[in-house]
């Protein structure tokens, strides 16, 4: 599947987000989810709105999902 996040604008260098990331390196205690790998590239929808009315719903990230977050 894929997913698309939203960055803020004062985000400083959004860039180092973008490429592949290991799912065993980041999330707390990764069961199945450890052999996936996510891969990140600049989406080109400039408005929550667009995003929604070309199907997509919104689920806001939780911090306790990430390593040093909990």
Do not use: M
């Not at 390196?25 to 929808?45: G, H, M, N």
Request: charge should be positive; proline fraction near 3%.
């Amino acid at each position: 599947g894929s997913v698309i996040i939203e960055i803020d604008e004062t985000f400083p260098d959004f860039k180092r987000l973008l490429g592949a990331h290991k799912w065993s390196e980041f999330l707390v205690e990764p069961r199945d989810e450890a052999k996936f790998v996510s891969k990140i590239y600049y989406c080109t929808y400039n408005s929550d709105r667009i995003v929604q009315k070309n199907g997509w719903k919104r689920i806001d990230v939780q911090d306790r999902w990430f390593k040093g977050k909990a």
